[in-house]
């Protein structure tokens, strides 16, 4: 059993950091492709960022330039660095794992096969 436990959410200003970390249970950590998801009240689970076991990584169009994903294998943890922090920001952070992401479909929750509770970010002004 995977499981994925994020910390690191919580309130900061418009322009602020913050950093979200995704600690996993599983030994073989590397194997998997990790990625970042979001939901903000009344929309649908928005792709955020994608690491793949390669360290190949992407990201969102509304985070591109001011998120950064990063991975440490040795303490099974993904990051998710947070910068410039605007309004729109303000979700249930994700994290995300699979053993064999299909590259072209990085950015469908659906292809995702390990959740974790999620972290609340909220950004005010």
């Known amino acids: 059993q995977v499981q994925l436990v994020e910390s690191g959410g919580g309130l900061a200003q418009a322009g602020d950091s913050l950093r979200l970390s995704c600690a996993a249970s599983?030994?073989?950590?590397?194997?998997?492709?990790m990625g970042w998801f979001r939901q903000a009240p009344g929309k649908e689970r928005e792709f955020v960022a994608v690491?793949?076991?390669?360290?190949?990584?992407d990201y969102g169009y509304s985070v591109k330039g001011r998120f950064t994903i990063s991975r440490d294998n040795a303490k099974k943890t993904v990051y998710l660095q947070m910068n410039s922090l605007k309004l729109e920001d303000t979700a249930v952070y994700y994290c995300?794992?699979?053993?064999?992401?299909?590259?072209?479909?990085?950015?469908?929750?659906?292809?995702?096969?390990?959740w974790g509770q999620g972290t609340q970010v909220t950004v005010s002004s």
């Open positions: 995300a794992g699979d053993r064999n992401l299909i590259w072209s479909r990085r950015a469908r929750s659906a292809e995702y096969d390990y």
């Open positions: 599983v030994s073989t950590f590397s194997n998997f492709d």
């Open positions: 690491i793949t076991k390669y360290g190949v990584t």
